[in-house]
C-alpha cells in the first residue's frame, strides 16, 4: 500500500457492534505510513477503547469536542485527504444527512472538503428502513463514496445484509481513493498470466507451479488505473478474472500463442507474466498411457513457440513489449540476456529461490531491469503493489514513445 505512505487520513469511528474490526485496519493504515488520526463518537468507546487506537497510533485519539483541542476539528478538517466513517451508524448516517454537528466526527465531517468514505454496518433491519435508505441516496448524490455493507452473519445471529465488509476490501477501496485513475489513460493493454497446460494424455499433462496471481493483478491494477481497455489471457487458474477486464482462457502454449499473435495488433503494451511451457510432449497419446511392466516411461519432448521472441519480431513503432523472468541462478543476468535478446522495452525478473516470492505467494520481491541495462530492486510487497509499481514504469516508458 505505497500510494497510503504520508496520506492524512481520518478514522472516525461510531458506536457498532463492528467497532473492533476497525482496529485492525487502523493498524494496517499505519504499517502503511499513512498518518491517521482517530476520532471517536461517545458511543464508539462503549464498545472499543480509545487506549487501543492511541497505541495503534501512537497518537491522542479525539473524542470530545469541548475538550480535546478546541480547534482541531477545523484543523483537521483542512488537512486531511481523507475520513472514513466506520462503522457507519443509522444514527451518524441520520446526522449527516441533515446536517448535523454535535460531537467531533460531525463537525468535522461537517467542515471538511475532502473525500468521505462511509462503511456502515447494522442489523438488516436498520439498513433497509426507507429513512435510512433515503439519508444514504442523499449523502452519494452529495459524492460521499459508500463501501458495503455485505450481507452474512450478523451480530444479532440472524444473517442477512448489514454486515461490516471485510478488511481487505476495505483497504483496497481505500487505496483505490487514492491512485491516480488517469495513469494509463490512453493506453490498451494486453496481460498474459498462469501456467499454461501441455496434454501427455487424456488425463495427463505437463504444468508448472504458476498460480496467476501476479497476471491477474497487473490486469485489475491496470483497469484502476484507467487504461482504455485491458484484456487478459490467462492460463488455467484458481483465480476469479477481475471485474471490468476482457478475459481470454487458454490451455496449452499454442493456445496462448494463437490468442497473443491474434489480439497483440490491439493493444499498446503486453505485459507476458504467464509461465508458457518452453516444453511440449512431442506427441499426444490418444488413449491413458497405461501403467507399464517396465519400471521408467521416456517421454520424448519438442520446443514450444517462443511468444515473446515473436512478438519482439512484429513489434510495431510504439508498442511496448514487458517480458517476466523467473530464474533460479543469475537472476539478473539471464534476465538482462533475455530483454537484449527479444528486444524487450522492460523485463521484471523473480528468484524462485526468494522467500516472500514465488508462484503461490501474496507477495513477491522483483527487480526490473530496464532497457539500458540498468537494475532497479524493489522491496517486498503484495502482488498488487508489484503490479501498481511496474504498471507507473510502463505508463512513462508508453508515453514517452
Ligand atoms: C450492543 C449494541 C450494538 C449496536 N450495534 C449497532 C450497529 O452495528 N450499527 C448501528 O448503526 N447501531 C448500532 N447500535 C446502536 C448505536 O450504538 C446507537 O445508535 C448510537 O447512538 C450510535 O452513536 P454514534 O452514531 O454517535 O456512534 C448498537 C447498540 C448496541 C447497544
Partial sequence: MRSLKDKKIVAGICGGIAAYKTAGIVSKLVQAEAEVQVIMTHAASQFITPLTFEALTHRKVFTNLFQDDPLAHVELAHQTHLLIVMPATYHVIGKLASGLADDMLTTTLAATRAAVLVIPAMESQMYTNPIFQ????????????????ESGYLASGRAGIGRFPDE????????????DHSLLSGLRILVTAGPTREML????CLTNKSSGKMGYALAEQARTLGADNVLLISGPTQLQPPEEVDFLKVES??????AVLAQEKNFDVIVMAAAVADWRPKRISTHKIKKLSTSSLTIELERTPDILHILSQKKRKGQCVIGFAAESENVIENAREKLRKKQLDLMVANSLIQENAGPESETNEVTLIHK???????????KREVAYEILRRIARLAKSK
Fill in 253 to 258: 502454449a499454442e493456445e496462448m500463442r494463437e
Fill in 134 to 149: 433515503e439519508n444514504c441516496r442523499k449523502l452519494r448524490a452529495l459524492g460521499y463514496r459508500f463501501l458495503g455493507p
Fill in 372 to 382: 539500458n541495462g540498468r537494475s532497479e530492486p524493489l522491496p517486498v510487497m503484495d
Fill in 168 to 179: 481487505e476490501k476495505i483497504l483496497k477501496e481505500i487505496e483505490t481513493i487514492f491512485v
Fill in 201 to 204: 494424455d487424456p488425463m495427463r
